[in-house]
């Protein structure tokens, strides 16, 4: 029976691509059958965009998402896949577009340069930093705290039941770009990476903090709505210069300020037309994404309504987007 | 082969079945004569049947006997190779069971030799009539041919009207008809029973026991039939083998077991048998004495014994044992009391 | 005769505690001595790991030009993939109208009106639910899953029950299998396959073949052997016998394979989304990283009314008689069913109206935004004092011990409970862990699972003496423990994190809930299942109810209790890695971080492998239970 299997398997296989051996990109799962959201007006091609698990990006896709739908009657998938896993998609077929990429070098040479089945495709507008934040109260109480060389002096401060006798360093999905492990042991720090699991950790650890007086050293970045509800003082860790940060495991200065950018597949690029059009024109500021981005998580919309909101508010600059 | 000067149905010869591994090195050497517990402390192996060597006659129904792990099952098993024999020799109707092909010994099961079990070994998924016609389905057999055969099978074991119902819906007694059924259907020369009836209430199994002799009246097939019943195996056996530890101890008539055990096994076994239901006048009458008087009444040698008293107090004259019409000896009113009371003196004859 | 038999050459007779009692006061007296030395402390970028990290670039680089993945793993996943495309294609071309007609007229010819009509709420249920894309997406993959598995599975199983040498090699794969937490399938499968649906559809299949080879094997073995004599003496071929005597009586066995196959597979399809397998596993990851119980609740719901509507379906299979006819009448309503579910695809939309749904995510992110901030001293209390009073000690101890006297302790345990064998498999299970360089964080989480299980243990034995003593209390509980059953693991972590946060006591929380169930139901069957003379005889010598209970009751059910103990524990293992999803740390977090960043894939892989190791050797710590009813009565004979 297994051997008829194997021989079934094969067979299909064959059919499937010739003679020439099985690739990975051959994969079928790419084409997988129009859900049809409205079964009058036949699709003009289904565009897959990763879902990273931080509400801004989200924001964007949502935003991008509803644009394909409405003005030019494309079927979208938001697949949920972290980060890296996502530039394994575009290999694999189950990813066009990354919407909203954090830097990356590594995986742009390896998948731009090397595998050749991902391309650049122009900025967001938006500028990202990732570093490390306290609440304003404790700055208040403790002026020198922002300064990284006396985060020892304060661990006892940031010690709770999950990181023992060191201070807490709280960090969000694992799958975020990280480089916390090695700053703690680059700068000698008495502190340890507790990982909250999601960026909702982070968010209500840092109201929280901040409106019940607990002490709280967590990962964060900018753009974020949160900013413009919570004040948080960032904590000044070695200043970036070009290529500290070269060796993963010598970093020991803090994150450069990066301009966001969006991926798409090379198969996306090639045969897209103009859903690939509107991905590469799409570019808006950190004011638009927190817009949306705060529609999400406090007003209780989902991402289809927060982008229909938007849409709807901004004319001009989603026009700007379509292709003609 | 099938012209073979024995003209017996059933023939073997120093049949012998070790479990375990290692069974023909045991066969080899010295081992094979170490009673079953040495044996199996030296080897792990056991012995279930161990130089057995007999013949069944066409058309007898021949008995082996023996109390739960005597090898007797085994032995059955061993006549159509259902388990493997270690070593000897079967013949079925003059061919070489042992040496027969996997197709020639589904052609002999198919064919010569059917069985009964214990269990029954009905498949419940089956109607009656499809669990009857079942040798017949993987023969081959159009579907209405073998449920023609069936049908005709179920009214000769009484089982009319039973053909659409499902075995959990008979009785024990009605299943094992159906398993007698479905062994006959197939037409075979020789059957055998493994123990058919031990699963039944006792009214039952006489019942039973009264269909098999009536069967064996009517369709006339060889059949070996295993029990550890002593009182089935006297009551159908016209031979009987008695096995103990996987070997044959005693092989006889009921007479002769009854009368003249061989070892104390099988007269312990038979103790409790009651001697002048199974024994004839032949085992108790003695050569007449001078002073005899031989007008008395006469009664042929195969008289049980039980049904010579009744004759023996109308009369004070010694009964004449009468055989192939000559006289085999005389019996008086004292044999007979002595007999009865357990006092046996012509039983050394025993070894004759 | 006991344990003292050891010292009894000494002349004189130790007290029994004495050698447990001196054993403690060794290895304190070791721990105290040795304490910080010979610590195996972790290291991210340990050799092992970056060796497995190479590996993985590796083959990403030559995945598209090695022989063997170019003509035989990519072929696989190629038609596995096309397998997949085509469950989907046609569960989209049904429909809502179709799906849902054609699966109530299953169910209703499988198990009449009553799983009919559940079979067409349930499918409703996932529009209702506002999950008809992810539901149908689940339920595409789960059937090439199950139907993979079962065209591997019962031949397989079929053969091992017809040959006991086949049973023999086929039980030891088996029995590590199912021990083996789910999480860690998923790392070599993504190396291999790649990820995407294939790869989860393969590692959903090969997490749910187990119980199909099992009880098919089962099913075929238990035949009745005088049946399948029967049919060899009549002079059936082998093949006859096969398909007259041993499929035909080994039916409704079978069609329980079929069952806890689709439960297996419905567990572990959600796992899966974490190697981007589409379904509704995305949906409660999605829910898990935005720490959203509103997302997740519908998810799982969607879960739990699939597996309970194939469930139920299955088992009605399962339980039919097969002589009974199907009726006329059920035959028609099935067929309007399917007819009129076909007849309205062109008529309805393809996917549910987003209308009829409900959406409950507010609503029940508020009801746990009020949990959270009413019971949070509650809440916190439960979690600080478990954390500080047994979780750190205990990690701290383990961490802290010489390597050399833990795995001294695991072998002297193993030894007294389970015998020398196991003890030797432990002690190697443990040295592996700490050449692959995961010594620390397996130490975690042991320390998390020890926890776990003393606390199932605990809840497990009172609710299960409970039950066995008051049959009323069992009544209310038994359909519970059904249905908690019934659940696939993940969905435990909801009220779990709902409650607790991300913390390392929220996977404890979880993986006690999910193993209570059957601890309960073990100890009640092993209570119930001493002999009723026993009890009679001990009530009539004027037991108390709490004699009976400690003297007779509790030590005659020791073998039940044990196996209890032994379920408990791997359960717990695997819902504690699981719990790396939700802040357990250690191994499940490296198995997660090793699928969310490349440079940690080794770690991740490694981690996996290390559950693996633990798995099987808390399985064989315990396992003594299953095999002997007493430790002293070996030693005795």
């Known amino acids: 029976m297994k051997i008829r299997l194997l021989a079934g398997i094969l067979v299909l296989g064959l059919s499937a691509v010739g003679c020439g051996g099985a690739t990975v990109d051959t994969s079928t799962t790419s084409s997988a059958p129009a859900a049809g959201s409205s079964a009058s007006a036949e699709p003009a091609g289904t565009v897959k965009i990763a879902i990273n698990p931080w509400v801004g990006y989200e924001a964007s896709a949502h935003v991008v998402a509803y644009l394909l739908r409405n003005e030019l009657g494309y079927n979208v998938e938001l697949p949920e896949i972290k980060e890296q896993l996502s530039w394994e998609g575009f290999e694999t077929g189950d990813v066009d577009v990354i919407i909203e990429n954090w830097g990356h070098p590594d995986l742009k040479e390896q998948f731009i340069e090397q595998k050749k089945v991902a391309v650049e495709a122009g900025s967001t507008g938006n500028k990202g930093v990732i570093g490390w934040y306290i609440p304003k109260w404790m700055a208040d109480e403790h002026p020198d705290i922002t300064d990284s060389k006396n985060l020892n002096k304060y661990a006892d401060l940031f010690k709770t039941s999950e990181s023992g006798d060191k201070g807490q360093l709280l960090f969000g999905d694992p799958s975020y770009v990280s480089n916390e492990e090695a700053l703690i042991k680059n700068l000698k720090l008495n502190y340890k990476v507790v990982v909250g699991g999601s960026e909702a950790a982070l968010i209500k650890s840092a109201q929280q903090a901040q409106a019940q007086k607990k002490p709280l050293l967590f990962y964060f970045w900018d753009p974020h709505w949160l900013f413009s509800q919570t004040e948080l003082i960032r904590v000044n860790l070695p200043p970036y210069t070009e290529g500290c940060d070269a060796d993963p495991k010598k970093v020991a200065c803090d994150y450069p300020e990066m301009d966001l950018d969006k991926i798409v597949s090379k198969k996306f690029a090639d045969t897209g037309g103009k859903a690939y059009e509107l991905v590469k024109n799409f570019n808006w500021t950190n004011e638009d994404q927190n817009a949306v981005a705060d529609d999400m998580t406090n007003k209780g919309m989902s991402g289809e309504e927060a982008a229909k909101k938007w849409v709807e508010a901004n004319t001009a600059k989603w026009q700007a987007w379509i292709p003609k | 082969m099938g012209d073979s000067p024995d003209s017996a149905a059933i023939t073997v010869e120093g049949l012998w079945k070790i479990f375990g591994s290692g069974a023909q090195k045991v066969l080899a050497g010295d081992d094979r004569n170490l009673d079953p517990v040495a044996l199996r402390e030296k080897t792990g192996c056991t012995a279930a049947v161990r130089d057995v060597s007999f013949e069944v006659r066409p058309g007898e129904v021949f008995v082996v006997m023996g109390l739960s792990g005597s090898g007797k099952s085994t032995l059955v098993r061993c006549l159509t190779r259902l388990i493997e024999p270690s070593a000897g020799e079967v013949r079925i109707d003059g061919e070489d069971v042992r040496a027969a092909s996997p197709a020639r010994l589904r052609e002999i099961r198919r064919h010569q030799v059917s069985m009964v079990f214990q269990h029954f070994g009905l498949l419940p998924h089956r109607k009656v009539i499809d669990n009857v016609a079942y040798g017949l389905e993987i023969q081959g057999v159009p579907r209405q041919e073998r449920h023609a055969r069936a049908a005709e099978i179920l009214s000769l074991v009484g089982l009319d009207g039973y053909a659409g119902s ?187 | 005769m006991s344990s003292t038999t050891v010292s009894a050459s000494s002349g004189f007779r130790l007290p029994r505690w004495a050698i447990p009692a001196g054993a403690t006061i060794g290895f304190v007296a070791a721990y105290v001595i040795f304490r910080g030395t010979a610590t195996l402390p972790h290291d991210d970028e340990a050799p092992q790991f970056l060796a497995v990290t190479d590996l993985r670039e590796w083959i990403d680089d030559h995945r598209n030009d090695n022989p063997f993945f170019l003509y035989f793993l990519n072929y696989i996943r190629l038609g596995v993939g096309a397998l997949h495309t085509l469950f989907q294609t046609v569960l989209y071309a049904l429909g809502w109208p179709g799906i849902t007609g054609v699966m109530g007229a299953l169910a209703w010819l499988a198990g009449g009106w009553r799983t009919g009509l559940l079979a067409l709420a349930g499918v409703s249920a996932f529009g209702v639910l506002g999950l008809w894309q992810s539901s149908v997406d689940t339920l595409a993959l789960v059937g090439v899953a199950v139907l993979l598995s079962l065209v591997i599975g019962i ?303 605990v809840i497990g034995l009172l609710l299960g003496v409970a039950a066995a003593r008051a049959p009323r209390f069992s009544a209310i509980q038994r359909p519970l423990l059904d249905a908690a059953q019934t659940m696939p693991a993940f969905v435990y972590l909801l009220p779990a994190l709902a409650l607790f946060g991300t913390t390392r006591f929220t996977a404890i929380f979880a993986s006690v809930i999910y193993a209570v169930p059957p601890v309960v139901r073990l100890v009640e069957d092993g209570i119930k299942g001493v002999p009723p003379t026993v009890v009679e005889a001990a009530v009539a010598a004027g037991s108390t109810p709490g004699q009976l209970l400690w003297k007779v009751q509790l030590p005659m059910a020791r073998r039940a209790i044990l196996l209890a103990a032994n379920q408990g524990i791997v359960m717990t293992l695997a819902m504690v890695v699981i719990g790396g999803l939700v802040g357990a740390g250690a191994l499940g977090y490296d198995v997660v971080s090793g699928f969310s960043q490349r440079t940690d894939f080794g770690m991740g892989f490694v981690a996996g492998v290390a559950t693996v190791l633990l798995g099987v050797m808390l399985d064989r710590i315990t396992q003594g239970a299953d095999r002997r009813t007493s430790p002293r009565k070996r030693k005795m004979s």
């Not at chain 2, 002048?276 to 004495?289: N, Y």
Request: hydrophobic letters at 55%; aromatic letters at 6%.
């Open chain 3, 155 to 457: 031949p397989v199983g079929v053969w091992a029950g017809l040959s006991a040498r086949v049973r023999r090699t086929v039980t030891p794969v088996l029995d590590v299998m199912q021990i083996m937490p789910t999480f860690a399938y998923l790392a070599p499968l993504a190396l291999f396959f790649h990820i995407g649906a294939p790869a989860g559809a393969i590692a959903t299949m090969i997490y749910a073949i187990p119980p199909a080879i099992r009880i098919t094997a089962l099913a075929v073995a238990q035949v009745s052997p005088t049946a399948v004599e029967a049919s060899t003496s009549l002079g059936a071929t082998r093949w006859q016998t096969l398909f007259k005597v041993h499929l035909p009586l080994a039916r409704s066995t079978m069609a329980l394979a079929v069952n806890q196959t689709i439960m297996m597979a419905l567990s572990m399809v959600v796992i899966a989304n974490l190697i981007s397998a589409p379904g509704l596993g995305g949906d409660i990851i999605r829910g898990l990283s935005r720490a959203q119980v509103g997302i997740m609740l519908p998810a799982g719901v969607a879960i739990v009314v699939m597996a309970v509507v194939l469930d139920r379906m299955t088992l009605a299979t399962a339980r039919k008689d097969p002589r009974a006819r199907t009726r006329r009448t059920d035959l028609a309503v099935a067929g309007a069913l399917a007819a009129a579910g076909l007849a309205l695809i062109p008529v309805l939309p393809a996917v549910w109206p987003e209308n009829v749904t409900i959406d409950v995510v507010a609503p029940v992110n508020d009801a746990v935004r009020w949990a959270e901030e009413n019971w949070y001293a509650v809440t916190t209390g439960i979690k600080d004092v478990t954390t500080y009073a047994l979780l750190n000690p205990l990690e701290s101890l383990l961490t802290s011990a010489p390597w050399w006297l833990v795995a001294l302790a695991a072998l002297i345990l193993a030894w007294r409970v389970s015998g020398v064998r196991a003890a030797l498999t432990a002690l190697a299970c443990l040295l592996a862990i700490a050449l692959l360089g995961v010594w620390e964080h397996t130490m975690q989480t042991l320390t998390t699972v020890t926890v776990a299980v003393l606390v199932t243990l």
């Open chain 2, 166 to 352: 499902f075995p959990d819906q008979l009785s024990g007694g009605m299943q094992q008809r159906v398993g007698l059924a479905r062994a006959l259907a197939v037409d075979p020369q020789v059957m055998l029973f493994d123990e058919p009836f031990s699963a039944l209430d006792p009214l039952i199994r006489r019942d039973m026991q009264a269909e098999v002799i009536r069967l064996h009246r009517e369709v006339g097939k060889t059949m070996v039939f295993i029990t550890h019943d002593l009182s089935e195996a006297l009551k159908l056996g016209e031979r009987i083998a008695i096995m103990r530890a996987g070997a044959i101890v005693q092989l006889g008539t009921a007479e002769e077991l009854v009368g003249a055990p061989a070892d104390d096994y099988v007269a312990d076994f038979v103790r409790d048998v009651p001697r002048s239901h199974v024994l004839t006048l032949r085992w108790i009458c003695r050569a007449p004495e001078p002073g005899d008087p031989l007008d008395g009444p006469e009664l042929p040698a195969a008289t049980p014994v039980k049904d010579a008293v009744a004759v023996a107090s109308a009369s004070s004259l010694p009964i004449k044992v009468v055989a192939d019409g000559e006289l085999a000896g005389v019996v008086d009113r004292d044999d007979l009391l002595a007999f009865l009371a357990g006092q046996d003196p012509h039983s050394v004859r025993a070894n004759a």
